[in-house]
């Protein structure tokens, strides 16, 4: 009974590099959401989808970033062009259609040189 | 900008002893979440409270909902060092989006 698989667990990127985090949400789940987490802070929201479908990307800055949760395989958070500043945790849940419990992933953990 | 602040901040208790942490925003919540984070995984939940006044029991850990559903606390009893971890609430404003912010997380260490 697999929980929400995220990968890569550790990505390293230099300025200006593209990364890509991958999020597998749990078995039966339609819903993802994206958190990213600074050190000693709590969780940010970023983004909220559905199958195919954007609900709520409220917390995603409005360049570089872009998330995806297509109809095949796994949700897609995109960073282009990454900054140090980028340099997080970020962490993907999931949660069945119709509950408010989410499941979180073990996160990604990206460092930018 | 909805807020959620959550005090204190940093705990450093003896194993044995009682604490409470605190939740508040000047908002509304339809619901509100309690989760603990380990170092290196993700949040893990442990509690949802729903209605105003509410008071929910976890083993050692009472989590209660302000009657006006604008705060919350969560006391522990006896705590252990097992206990140690960051804490964190998230409220969701809007019942049904699903949309969960959350505090700033209060990180306790429970010393043997």
């Known amino acids: 009974n697999a929980g929400v698989m995220q990968n890569p667990r550790h990505l390293v990127r230099r300025r200006g590099q593209e990364a890509r985090l991958r999020c597998s949400p749990m078995k039966g789940h339609s819903h993802v959401y994206w958190y990213r987490q600074l050190p000693e802070e709590g969780l940010k929201f970023m983004v909220y989808?559905?199958?195919?479908?954007?609900?709520?990307e409220s917390g995603m800055p409005k360049e570089r970033f872009s998330a995806e949760f297509p109809k095949e395989g796994p949700s897609i958070l995109r960073i282009q062009q990454v900054v140090r500043g980028d340099s997080a945790a970020y962490f993907c849940?999931?949660?069945?259609?119709?509950?408010?419990?989410?499941?979180f992933g073990e996160g990604s953990r990206l460092t930018v040189l | 900008t909805q807020l959620l602040e959550q005090s204190p901040q940093f705990l450093s208790i003896q194993e044995g002893e009682n604490l409470t942490v605190y939740c508040n925003s000047s908002s509304v919540f339809s619901s509100l979440q309690w989760y603990r984070q380990e170092p290196g995984e993700g949040p893990v939940l442990l509690v949802t409270v729903v209605t105003g006044g509410e008071v929910k029991k976890l083993k050692r850990l009472t989590f209660q909902f302000g009657d006006a559903r604008k705060d919350s606390s969560l006391h522990i009893t006896a705590a252990q060092p097992g206990d140690t971890g960051l804490y964190l609430c998230a409220g969701e404003w809007t019942s049904g989006t699903y949309k969960y912010i959350f505090g700033t997380g209060t990180r306790l260490k429970v010393l043997a």
């Open positions: 989808l559905q199958k195919e479908n954007i609900i709520d």
């Open positions: 849940a999931s949660s069945a259609r119709g509950t408010g419990e989410l499941f």
